[in-house]
């Protein structure tokens, strides 16, 4: 699958780590920002500043949030293509469950056991709709002769028939 041709796995981890942080930084100064000016006093000058403090303060402790279940969920997927000799869905299905059942281990075992299932859920619905793109493209763009059927259509006209064009 082209999906998988990715880094090395020691390089890897701290691609995704870095691709989480990015993502849940922007992501968090987007949902930020729109809290601080909802929840800021009237006024444009308050509301513009009440969203840039809330930017400040929250997006880079989302970003830091992410950056951990991101890098945490690699180690294991990393982990898991080493036990198992093979890069397929199952492995970021387990990643993505095994790194929240991880990541709620303080809140106890059922916080455990939901964050897993949430994970092995949510990575499960990402690596199918994956899939289901990849095979809509593929069917969409058919490769190959596409006259497979008649064979003198494959082959080029004789060299009497070029010069008529010229």
């Not at 279940?69 to 690699?74: E, I, V, Y």
């Not at 180690?75 to 890069?87: H, N, P, S, T, Y």
């Not at 993505?96 to 499960?124: E, F, Q, T, Y």
């Amino acid at each position: 699958m082209e999906e998988y041709a990715r880094e090395p796995c020691p390089w890897r981890i701290v691609d995704d780590c870095g691709g989480a942080f990015t993502m849940g930084a922007i992501g968090g100064g987007i949902f930020q920002s729109i809290k601080g000016f909802r929840n800021s006093p009237v006024g444009m000058r308050h509301r513009l500043r009440g969203s840039m403090t809330a930017v400040k303060t929250r997006a880079p402790q989302l970003g830091g949030s992410f950056a951990v279940w991101g890098g945490l969920f690699s180690m294991i997927d990393c982990g898991m293509v080493k036990v198992r000799g093979k890069e397929d869905p199952w492995n970021s299905i387990t990643s993505g469950a095994l790194a929240g059942a991880i990541l709620a281990a303080r809140n106890g075992p059922m916080a455990m056991v939901g964050s897993a299932a949430m994970g092995g859920i949510l990575l499960a619905l990402i690596e199918g709709a994956g899939i289901l793109l990849t095979r809509f493209a593929s069917t969409q763009f058919p490769t190959g002769p596409q006259f497979a059927d008649d064979p003198n259509q494959l082959q080029p006209p004789p060299f009497s028939d070029y010069r008529q064009f010229q």
